[in-house]
């Protein structure tokens, strides 16, 4: 009897608490969410706060230099370009080429199973594992140097798994009606893939490529771990030519001692996220166009 | 006449037809095999990764035993005296990853709860993106504000005497890894049925108690392979920790000093000019199977565990 009476005078009271737990934790939540918006704005605003005084036409137009007031980043983006482009240039025939085979032509068995497999764990390899790749076949067997051509050739084996995935992606947002279709009419398997199944599904994949650019934009350890130059007062003027990009010219910066060259790191930094976040405007944007224009 | 020339014509078209169908499909060949070649080049990649660190691997254990590089606790490939034991690297490795864990799996965790259960779909549409921005700032950029802010700001007043520690490299990591662990964990938990939510509210359970009791467990499999693969990834985390633990390798599990990780042990040995064929050139291969080896035990677990512990819905 006084038990069952206990626990219905307590009801109300454990009611109230679980609300109350439920409440503590909403605030928890939010108050998570809050801080790691809180984190990136203190980040972008520290570094830009640093950096804000030194970017100027003067710093995108002069090459490095042993004077941090007069030191540039002409070389290293001009290094960038030259990296991407030739990136760019391998790596995606190669991702639209593996994509294109492992969504519409390869057959169901073991050995699509290991590429498929295979790709993923290559996207967990650690990117400075690429650099230590790189150096052995480009560098030393390949006899390439350290040049773009090299870093490039490396850059695109590294990013060559996130276009594959993008593109795959791509490709599948295609329905099978419009294959059927296209075949049933005659044409071939390539003359399908190439007329009826790329033309809607390529915006996705650029959108993939730009992805995969803005990421080889910021990778510095492989680079790094090939050789790639921590000081170069020239641009690159072939792809055999040495060259620095922009993270390492950063990375230079940063471990220098004197508080002036710290600016300029920020002042590299500001141009490096400017060029990322205009890239992934960019991608965005190609992807809701294309996405509205889509008619099925 | 006519009507004869007439099959003779339609039958040459048929046999050319079916003729230049063949041909097609011919001339398609080499499109086919150049698709393959280009999928193939993934088996070739790791083909190449796993020969390239055999064999300077193999050229390393020549001269140094097994034991000593995992078993020794001094590690000084550039002194005269050399010695090669690899555990103060591998312990700042290890350690400086698990403390960017503790800090980033409950932070990410609440952010991925209150995404996919609390928010309104305006708010997490905004803020999902705006947080994987932070997983695509490049690291150099966490390794400036590791070091020009984070140890500065605020670990400074904590006791931190240098300007280099693990703790500040292990929280840019931490910053770094937040999104990757938010954003996949909330995937997990959005597909988490609604009907098992209904059920939980039906039997009176509030939201709280849905969330961590229902959905959470339900979401499990996603939410452990999500903080596996962040794990990894902070292992082989190259440029924060190089900048911000600095280069001194110091077996010590005190976050506050300075030390030296697996990756920056490579950057250290590849800025400077190194002749190939030295012990110290092919240490950095040893070291880079280690952590390759580490990275790949950790995402093969990972895919098991999805596959082997996903509750399957519908």
Known sequence: ?296 | MSVAAGTVKNGTTLQMRAKRRSLRRVREAPIHAFLFLCAALSILTTAGIVFVLFEETFNFFKEVSLTEFLGGTVWTPTFSQKSFGVLPLFNATIMMALTAMIVAVPLGLLVAIYLSEYAPNGVRQVVKPVLEILAGIPTVVYGYFALHFIAPEMLRPLGQETSFSAASASLAMAIMILPLVSSLSEDAMRAVPQSLREGAYGLGANKFEVATRVVLPGALSGIVAACILATSRAVGETMIVTIAAGGQPNLSWNPLEGMQALTGYIVQVSLGDTEQGGIEYSSIYAVGMLLFLTTLVMNIFAQWFLSRFREEYD
């Not at chain 1, 390439?144 to 993008?166: K, N, T």
């Not at chain 1, 893939?193 to 790329?198: A, C, D, G, I, P």
Request: glycine letters at 8%; aromatic letters at 10%; hydrophobic letters at 55%.
């Open chain 1, 1 to 296: 009897m006084s038990a069952v009476d206990a626990t219905v005078a307590s009801r109300p009271n454990r009611i109230a608490l679980r609300r109350n737990l439920g409440r503590l934790f909403l605030a928890l939540c939010m108050a998570a969410t809050g801080l790691a918006l809180v984190i990136l704005f203190v980040l972008l605003f520290s570094v830009g706060a640093d950096g804000f005084g030194r970017v100027s036409f003067d710093f995108l137009n002069s090459y490095a230099s042993r004077f941090a007031d007069q030191a540039g980043i002409k070389h290293a983006l001009y290094g960038t370009l030259w990296l991407m482009g030739f990136t760019a240039l391998f790596s995606i025939p190669m991702g639209f080429g593996a994509a294109i085979y492992l969504e519409e032509f390869a057959p169901r068995n073991w050995l699509t199973k290991a590429i498929e497999t295979n790709i993923n764990n290559l996207a967990g390899v650690p990117s400075i594992i690429y650099g230590l790749l790189g150096l052995t076949i480009f560098v030393r067997y390949m006899d390439l140097g350290r040049s773009v051509l090299s870093g490039s050739l490396m850059m695109s084996l590294l990013v060559l798994p996130i276009i594959i995935v993008a593109s795959r992606e791509g490709l599948r947002t295609v329905p099978p009606s419009i294959r059927e279709a296209s075949l049933g009419l005659g044409a071939t398997p390539w003359q399908t893939v190439r007329f009826q199944v790329l033309p809607p599904a390529l915006p996705m994949m650029m959108t993939g490529v730009i992805l995969a650019l803005s990421r080889a934009i910021g990778e510095t350890a492989p680079l790094i771990t090939i050789g790639a130059l921590l000081f170069v007062p020239f641009t690159p003027d072939g792809p055999l030519s040495q060259f620095t990009v922009l993270p390492i010219q950063i990375f230079n910066w940063i471990q220098r001692p004197q508080p002036a060259f710290a600016e300029d790191a920020a002042a590299g930094i500001i141009v490096l996220l400017a060029l990322l976040l205009s890239m992934n405007a960019v991608a965005i944007g190609l992807r809701n166009y294309f996405e509205r224009r889509r008619k099925w």
